[in-house]
C-alpha cells in the first residue's frame, strides 16, 4: 500500500457473501434483467456451479510499483497466488489475459448516491450507481453522508438503508454543516463506532450546507483531536451569493450565469483560506474535487511548504471546458452543471500535468446525476438547476485515454491514482480485479452506459482501452459486456484513524509550543 492514500481504505477487503441475483435487463438498457437469464436458475440464489475458484492467465499484472507477466489464482474470494505458469485442474474458470493488463479493482473516492440536494435526489441509488460503476472497472467507492436536520446519527442511520442493495463495496464519508455539542460527541461516536475517519466541510452553498470560518475551525480542531481527515469543498459561499445575484441583475439567468457567478478566483481563496487555517491548526487536509488552477497552485505550494494537503482533480475538471454551458439548448447545457464549475479551457491541462507531476494525489468523479426533468427546475434560473454530472462507469476508461495513452502517466501510476494503492493485485488480497485491454476500444453513450440519468456529458467520447472484465469479492460481475451483479452483496468498511498523514503532529505541536519563549515572568512590582 502506498502509505499517502491509506486514510482511504482499509489494507484487505474482506469477501463478500453473496445472497441475491442481478443483471442488465433486454426492455431496459439502463436498468436491469432477471438473474435466471445468467445462472440458468429460477430463484435468486447463486448456484454451487458458479466457480469461486477463477486463473488469470497470462497477463501483466500491474501494482503501484511494480509490473509482471503472471498467471493469477482467485480462491474463495482471496487472492493464492501470483505467478508464471500455474496449472490447475478442469474445474477452474480461466480467463485468458494474454496481452491485457491486469490490475486492482478502482475505488473512487468521492461520489453522491440517492443524495437529496437542491429540492430534489440524485437519480443514482446504490445500486444503479454501483453497477455502473462496476461495468467500468470500479470495485469500491466512498460516498458522503449528509446529516438530517444536522443529525449525524440519524444521517448514518438514513445512508446504511440506503446502501442496503449495494452490488459492491463502499466506505462513508461524513458532512459537517452545523456545529454544537452534540455534533461534537456524535463525530467521536462516528470515528470510534460506526468506521469514518473523514469529515467534509462545505465552504459553499449559503444558506444550505456552507460553514462559516469559527465552525471550520470547531471542526478542524475536533477532526485533529480524533485522528480523522478534515475535508473542504473550497469555494467562497459568500462571494458566490454575490455573484449570483450579479448575473441576475445583468439578466443573466442560464447555465453560463452558473460558472461566471463563481469563477476561479473563489476557488483558489476558498483553498487558500482553509490551507491556512489547518496550518494553524496543525491538522491535515484534502481538498476535493480541484477544478482550477487557482486551487492547484495553493495546494503545490502548501506541500512544497511541507504541509499535508491532498488535491483530488474529478474527471470532468480533467477533460471538460466549460464552452458547453454556452450552448444555446438549455438541457444541453443544463447537464454540465456542477460546483465548483467545469472551467475555461486550459484548467483542465494544467490539473492533468499536476496530476502527472505528484502535485495532486488521486482521480475521483463526484458523481452526482439527475435527469432532464430534475435539471430542468432550474430553466429560468442557473441558481436552481441542481448541480452535479456522472463519472462512475467512465472514470477509469477516461484516466486511462488521457493519461496513459497520451505518456503523461505510467500503467503504474494509472494504478496509484485510480485505486489508490490500497487495493493490490498481491496474494493474500481480497480477489477485486480488473482485466484491462489496451488494443480495444470504447464509446461512451446515454444509451449503452448502465446509469438511471437519460444523459451522459461524455457523450460520443472515442477512445483507447477497455476493462473487459471486472472482478469484485472474487465473482465475475464483468464480462462480455454483460453484467451479473447482486444486490446486498456489498458490504461496508470501515475505515481506522489516525492514518499516516497524523505522524509526528504530535512532535509538530510540542516543537511550535517550545518555540512560544512565553508566558514571560514579569514583576508585578
Same mark, same amino acid.
Request: proline share 4%; net charge negative; charged share 20%.
Given at each position: 500500500?502506498?502509505?499517502?492514500?491509506?486514510?482511504?481504505?482499509?489494507?484487505?477487503?474482506?469477501?463478500?457473501?453473496?445472497?441475491?441475483?442481478?443483471?442488465?435487463?433486454?426492455?431496459?438498457?439502463?436498468?436491469?434483467?432477471?438473474?435466471?437469464?445468467?445462472?440458468?436458475?429460477?430463484?435468486?440464489?447463486?448456484?454451487?456451479?458458479?466457480?469461486?475458484?477463477?486463473?488469470?492467465?497470462?497477463?501483466?499484472?500491474?501494482?503501484?510499483?511494480?509490473?509482471?507477466?503472471?498467471?493469477?489464482?482467485?480462491?474463495?474470494?482471496?487472492?493464492?497466488?501470483?505467478?508464471?505458469?500455474?496449472?490447475?485442474? %478442469?474445474?477452474?474458470?480461466?480467463?485468458?489475459?494474454?496481452?491485457?493488463?491486469?490490475?486492482?479493482?478502482?475505488?473512487?473516492?468521492?461520489?453522491?448516491?440517492?443524495?437529496?440536494?437542491?429540492?430534489?435526489?440524485?437519480?443514482? %441509488?446504490?445500486?444503479?450507481?454501483?453497477?455502473?460503476?462496476?461495468?467500468?472497472?470500479?470495485?469500491?467507492?466512498?460516498?458522503?453522508?449528509?446529516?438530517?436536520?444536522?443529525?449525524?446519527?440519524?444521517?448514518?442511520?438514513?445512508?446504511?438503508?440506503?446502501?442496503?442493495?449495494?452490488?459492491?463495496?463502499?466506505?462513508?464519508?461524513?458532512?459537517?454543516? !452545523?456545529?454544537?455539542?452534540?455534533?461534537?460527541?456524535?463525530?467521536?461516536?462516528?470515528?470510534?463506532?460506526?468506521?469514518?475517519?473523514?469529515?467534509?466541510?462545505?465552504?459553499?452553498?449559503?444558506?444550505?450546507?456552507?460553514?462559516?470560518?469559527?465552525?471550520?475551525?470547531?471542526?478542524?480542531?475536533?477532526?485533529?483531536?480524533?485522528?480523522?481527515?478534515?475535508?473542504?469543498?473550497?469555494?467562497?459561499?459568500?462571494?458566490?451569493?454575490?455573484?449570483?445575484?450579479?448575473?441576475?441583475?445583468?439578466?443573466?439567468?442560464?447555465?453560463?450565469?452558473?460558472?461566471?457567478?463563481?469563477?476561479?478566483?473563489?476557488?483558489?481563496?476558498?483553498?487558500?483560506?482553509?490551507?491556512?487555517?489547518?496550518?494553524?491548526?496543525?491538522?491535515?487536509?484534502?481538498?476535493?474535487?480541484?477544478?482550477?488552477?487557482?486551487?492547484?497552485?495553493?495546494?503545490?505550494?502548501?506541500?512544497?511548504?511541507?504541509?499535508?494537503?491532498?488535491?483530488?482533480?474529478?474527471?470532468?475538471?480533467?477533460?471538460?471546458?466549460?464552452?458547453?454551458?454556452? %450552448?444555446?439548448?438549455?438541457?444541453?447545457?443544463?447537464?454540465?452543471?456542477?460546483?465548483?464549475?467545469?472551467?475555461?479551457?486550459?484548467?483542465?491541462?494544467?490539473?492533468?500535468?499536476?496530476?502527472?507531476?505528484?502535485?495532486?494525489?488521486?482521480?475521483?468523479?463526484?458523481?452526482?446525476?439527475?435527469?432532464?426533468?430534475?435539471?430542468?427546475?432550474?430553466?429560468?434560473?442557473?441558481?436552481?438547476?441542481?448541480?452535479?454530472?456522472?463519472?462512475?462507469?467512465?472514470?477509469?476508461?477516461?484516466?486511462?485515454?488521457?493519461?496513459?495513452?497520451?505518456?503523461?502517466?505510467?500503467?503504474?501510476?494509472?494504478?496509484?491514482?485510480?485505486?489508490?494503492?490500497?487495493?493490490?493485485?498481491?496474494?493474500?488480497? %481480497?480477489?477485486?480485479?480488473?482485466?484491462?485491454?489496451?488494443?480495444?476500444?470504447?464509446?461512451?453513450?446515454?444509451?449503452?452506459?448502465?446509469?438511471?440519468?437519460?444523459?451522459?456529458?461524455?457523450?460520443?467520447?472515442?477512445?483507447?482501452?477497455?476493462?473487459?472484465?471486472?472482478?469484485?469479492?472474487?465473482?465475475?460481475?464483468?464480462?462480455?459486456?454483460?453484467?451479473?451483479?447482486?444486490?446486498?452483496?456489498?458490504?461496508?468498511?470501515?475505515?481506522?484513524?489516525?492514518?499516516?498523514?497524523?505522524?509526528?503532529?504530535?512532535?509538530?505541536?510540542?516543537?511550535?509550543?517550545?518555540?512560544?519563549?512565553?508566558?514571560? !515572568?514579569?514583576?508585578?512590582?
Amino acid at each position: 500500500m502506498d502509505p499517502s492514500m491509506e486514510f482511504l481504505i482499509p489494507l484487505v477487503l474482506v469477501l463478500v457473501l453473496f445472497s441475491t441475483l442481478f443483471t442488465i435487463t433486454e426492455s431496459n438498457q439502463n436498468q436491469f434483467c432477471d438473474a435466471t437469464n445468467i445462472y440458468g436458475n429460477s430463484g435468486c440464489n447463486v448456484p454451487s456451479s458458479v466457480s469461486s475458484k477463477i486463473l488469470i492467465n497470462g497477463g501483466t499484472v500491474v501494482n503501484a510499483h511494480h509490473k509482471e507477466v503472471a498467471d493469477v489464482y482467485i480462491e474463495d474470494g482471496i487472492i493464492v497466488a501470483v505467478q508464471p505458469n500455474i496449472k490447475v485442474g %478442469d474445474d477452474i474458470k480461466v480467463i485468458d489475459a494474454t496481452g491485457k493488463f491486469v490490475m486492482p479493482g478502482g475505488i473512487d473516492p468521492h461520489t453522491h448516491l440517492a443524495m437529496e440536494f437542491m429540492g430534489s435526489e440524485t437519480i443514482d %441509488d446504490f445500486l444503479s450507481g454501483q453497477t455502473a460503476a462496476l461495468a467500468g472497472g470500479t470495485t469500491m467507492h466512498i460516498d458522503f453522508v449528509i446529516p438530517v436536520n444536522g443529525s449525524l446519527s440519524a444521517g448514518y442511520e438514513a445512508y446504511i438503508e440506503k446502501a442496503t442493495r449495494s452490488c459492491m463495496d463502499y466506505g462513508f464519508h461524513m458532512a459537517i454543516t !452545523k456545529w454544537n455539542e452534540t455534533v461534537s460527541e456524535e463525530m467521536e461516536i462516528m470515528v470510534n463506532e460506526k468506521g469514518m475517519n473523514s469529515f467534509k466541510f462545505f465552504l459553499a452553498y449559503k444558506g444550505s450546507f456552507m460553514v462559516n470560518d469559527e465552525l471550520l475551525m470547531e471542526g478542524l480542531k475536533k477532526c485533529k483531536s480524533l485522528g480523522a481527515l478534515a475535508m473542504v469543498h473550497a469555494e467562497n459561499g459568500d462571494a458566490v451569493f454575490e455573484g449570483q445575484k450579479r448575473m441576475i441583475e445583468l439578466g443573466i439567468t442560464g447555465p453560463e450565469g452558473h460558472a461566471l457567478s463563481r469563477p476561479p478566483v473563489l476557488e483558489g481563496e476558498a483553498t487558500a483560506r482553509a490551507i491556512r487555517l489547518i496550518s494553524f491548526v496543525n491538522t491535515p487536509l484534502y481538498v476535493v474535487h480541484v477544478m482550477s488552477i487557482d486551487a492547484m497552485e495553493e495546494i503545490a505550494r502548501a506541500r512544497k511548504s511541507g504541509q499535508r494537503v491532498v488535491g483530488e482533480p474529478v474527471v470532468s475538471g480533467l477533460l471538460l471546458n466549460d464552452s458547453v454551458l454556452w %450552448d444555446p439548448d438549455f438541457h444541453f447545457a443544463a447537464r454540465y452543471v456542477m460546483s465548483p464549475p467545469i472551467r475555461t479551457p486550459g484548467h483542465g491541462t494544467a490539473l492533468q500535468a499536476a496530476l502527472a507531476m505528484g502535485l495532486l494525489q488521486l482521480v475521483g468523479t463526484d458523481h452526482c446525476t439527475f435527469n432532464s426533468t430534475q435539471k430542468a427546475l432550474g430553466i429560468d434560473d442557473f441558481r436552481k438547476i441542481p448541480n452535479g454530472v456522472n463519472g462512475m462507469e467512465e472514470r477509469m476508461h477516461l484516466v486511462w485515454d488521457t493519461m496513459v495513452v497520451s505518456g503523461q502517466i505510467s500503467v503504474t501510476d494509472y494504478v496509484r491514482i485510480t485505486s489508490t494503492e490500497c487495493n493490490t493485485c498481491w496474494v493474500g488480497s %481480497d480477489a477485486d480485479i480488473i482485466i484491462l485491454n489496451p488494443n480495444s476500444s470504447f464509446e461512451i453513450s446515454s444509451k449503452s452506459h448502465h446509469y438511471r440519468t437519460d444523459t451522459n456529458v461524455y457523450e460520443g467520447w472515442r477512445g483507447k482501452g477497455k476493462v473487459e472484465v471486472t472482478i469484485a469479492g472474487g465473482r465475475v460481475v464483468w464480462e462480455n459486456d454483460e453484467l451479473k451483479v447482486i444486490p446486498g452483496a456489498g458490504k461496508y468498511i470501515e475505515m481506522p484513524p489516525f492514518s499516516y498523514l497524523f505522524d509526528g503532529i504530535d512532535k509538530a505541536d510540542a516543537k511550535y509550543l517550545s518555540s512560544l519563549r512565553a508566558p514571560v !515572568k514579569r514583576s508585578t512590582t
